[in-house]
């Protein structure tokens, strides 16, 4: 069964013919399941754990980044609590024409499109990149000036203004170069651009993070503290991703 979560943005009335759109072609496709309107609900979490209980093994996240961050982040920690795991599959349908990067990554495009990729059901491990307490999909990033990132033993201190992004997934296929983040090799890039336009690239496993104030932004979504421990849960989720992804 394919449980839908539509995020609560999409009661706009300007998001109605895309919806019925939707709603029209996963009909055609035989691809109906129950929706869960984020609106309606208090706890997301809650949600997708009883949804998984009865019986969901489809997740699918409509909406945008900020809809998948939330979604995948309930998949992910009932996978991690629960005694006996359900295999859970994650599947995103990107609505509106911005903030959709992980959807393109993944090689989901238009609402319409996408149905059809839901029913081919390609199937890919993808990393799952760890905050703290917190999971992201697609990257972490923060201010540079005066971070300091503590590696394998090493320190990096960040004189510079610039910006640090800790990349799971990306949208292009380069970094920097013939760098291409790779969301299925259990490690983390981190790539950091200064602004006298110097760029470091590290990837890595695990590292902390300590600045002088400045938050780290999860997959453009939440804002978290540091000092804060990074890592990687290899092959941390099951998603159904379509032919044109950013990655193999």
Do not use: W
Request: charged content about 30%; proline content about 2%.
């Amino acid at each position: 069964m394919n449980v839908y979560i539509y995020d609560d943005f999409l009661n706009k009335s300007k998001y109605n013919r895309a919806i019925n759109r939707l709603e029209i072609k996963l009909t055609d496709l035989g691809l109906n399941g129950k929706i869960v309107r984020l609106g309606a609900i208090k706890n997301i979490h809650d949600a997708v754990e009883s949804e998984i209980k009865n019986g969901a093994k489809t997740i699918v996240a409509v909406g945008n980044n900020e809809t998948v961050f939330k979604t995948a982040a309930a998949v992910i920690e009932h996978q991690a609590l629960s005694f006996i795991p359900q295999k859970t599959l994650f599947f995103v349908i990107p609505i509106g024409r911005e903030d959709n990067s992980i959807a393109n990554a993944l090689g989901i495009k238009k609402e319409e499109d996408a149905c059809n990729t839901l029913l081919a059901r390609r199937i890919k491990k993808v990393d799952i990149g760890v905050a703290g307490r917190n999971y992201f999909i697609e990257k972490a990033e923060m201010e540079a000036e005066g971070a300091i990132l503590e590696i394998d033993g090493y320190t990096v201190e960040i004189e510079e203004k610039g910006i640090i992004s800790i990349i799971n997934l990306a949208e292009k296929s380069n970094i920097i170069g013939d760098k291409k983040p790779k969301p299925n090799d259990g490690r983390l890039d981190i790539h950091i651009k200064t602004r006298s336009r110097n760029e470091s690239f590290f990837s890595v496993k695990s590292f902390k993070i300590i600045s002088k104030g400045q938050d780290l932004l999860l997959d453009s979504s939440v804002e978290i503290k540091t000092p804060v421990e990074l890592g990687v849960i290899p092959g941390g989720l099951e998603i159904i991703v379509g032919k044109d992804r950013a990655f193999e």
